[in-house]
């Protein structure tokens, strides 16, 4: 190794501790747009086992570990660290009414295949709060049919794909579980490398506490290292690499020249991925890329945060490839939605292509048909007119898979017209973008005339005692009884009986005043129920609220959504839902 005479002391014992037990290791048809309907490798070292010695290397490239198979001592360390790893995650069961035991009764066949249909949806944010808390509450892994690997691979897969990154980086830190998923790590420090946000990259390297094993996430971490001026650490941690069987070229010279090894700017371009086009860039004073169609999201997002992206002015029209990749940029939210209007704008049309808007685009590329479309929304004052040109416009970018690229800007178009202006055909499809950015109700008004909206919800928030509730209630059903006009609506029932559950008593002369229908339970959740398997329950909740709101779901799927939660003794979640359906909202 060209740089152990930089070594002290120390690192040359870490070597030399490394030769003395001689570790060894082996080292990717169109649509009509004038309609306006809406249409790992984790490199893991092998184990090496001397069965003459009985000792087991578990070798990392950081971290060389000899174990003694017949010392009971270190078996007895084992069974501790495997009943700890088996609890991870960010919430305490206390906090949602869960338990730690609540994958205990699963069996793995059924959570795999429940997980398989939902992975098949796009769930709805309260679907997804559920998932996010059963997955992240601290638990025992499920053992039936199912492997650890298994069970954290339907966890990484899940927040890769809800991409919620602080969550993530919770997750990964607080259980300093970076080994168990290497996948997870490396999409929040890749997102944070895209936004040119190499210190927030680096500082979770900065805060792991075990070794790192995944090959990749190694390299970034001996970067940080050089990024921070250790670089005879960066070198010692690249040596072993290298020892064990590492060989990156393009790497290699690029963390030289940073080092001071190599004083010649490397002017090598890798998109392999975003470490390496980082690299690229670091390393070449003049660097320029010109992006394409094929090029990466994580890219495309480093060259906008970089400011590397061309200026719109400086593109030439003539260039549809160029521009096509622009609109793509955008709808990735990698341009911002203005530059590509403005682009648009500079497009030159004769007077007859802007009167005769659709049949000229007939003839026209589908980017230039989109400049022109825009131009005459520009130019027309005719409300169904404008409406037909921008709903043809939506479509347009639809059908391209790049809708996104006109979300801001046909909001603005849209709050420029008065909903009573709005003819008739075109209702639906305003209404639909209009209200796309509207807030949500959160403020809750009592109305003392309707029982599930009166003060007993209050009960929900962890207002009054049950004596007071108990109390309130029957005071209420009393009214109601005597109330002949009063109908007893689903949601009442849903309050009386989640009152029930939690032993609030309940008059007998006021058992008349609704009906239950006991089958409303699908009968697997039931069965689930009935077996004490909380989890895959609780999973098939999320599947049923699926891709709706908590408040947009019907009366009686709510009911037994209730009622599982009632069953399950899942009290404080119980209650989210209750207060975001029950109350009157304003």
Known sequence: MKNLKLLNKKYLLVILFYLFFEVAAQSQEPI???????????????????KKEKNIIQNSIYKMQSQKDGDPNIKEDKTLFSNTVKIVGLYDPAENGLDINMWSNSNGD??????????KMDLSKDASEILDILLLTNAHYPEVNISKNQFLELKSNWLIKNSNLQLIENYLLKNQIINDHPNLARLLVDDYLSRSELKKACKIFSEIKDPIEDDYLSKFNIYCLINDNKKEEAQLLLDLKKELGFINKFYEKKINFLIGYSNKPDTEISENTILDFHLSHRTNPQFKFEPKDS??????????????????????????????SIEKATHEKNYDEKDLFDLYKRFQFNINQLLNIKESTKVLSA????????????????IENKLLLISALKNSFKNEGIANA??????????????EEVPSNFTSFYNNYIDKDKTELTNIKINNKILHQSKLINYFKGDGSLKNITKDLNDSLKKIKKNKKYLFSKKDIILVETFKSDGIQVSDKFKNLYEIKESEIP??????INSGDMAAAMLRIVEVIGQ???????????????????????????????????PLKV
């Open 295 to 324: 090029t990466s999201k994580l890219i495309w997002k480093y060259l906008s945060t970089s400011n590397l992206l061309d200026n719109i002015k400086d593109i030439e029209l003539t260039d549809i490839d160029k521009i096509k």
């Open 523 to 528: 009968s697997d959740i039931q069965i689930f």
């Open 367 to 382: 980017t230039e048909s989109r400049a022109l479309i825009y131009q005459g929304i520009l130019i027309t004052t005719e």
């Open 406 to 419: 006109f979300d801001v800007q046909l909001r603005i178009f849209l709050k420029e017209i008065g909903k």
């Open 32 to 50: 009509d747009i004038w309609n306006i309907e809406e249409k790992k490798t984790n490199e893991n070292f092998d184990v090496i086992e001397n």
């Open 548 to 582: 709706d709101e908590i408040k947009d779901i019907d009366e009686d799927t709510l009911y037994f959504i209730i009622s599982t939660l009632n069953q399950l003794n899942v009290d404080p979640l119980r209650n989210k839902i209750l207060l975001k359906v029950l």
């Open 110 to 119: 059924q959570i795999l295949n429940i997980f398989k249909r939902i992975n």
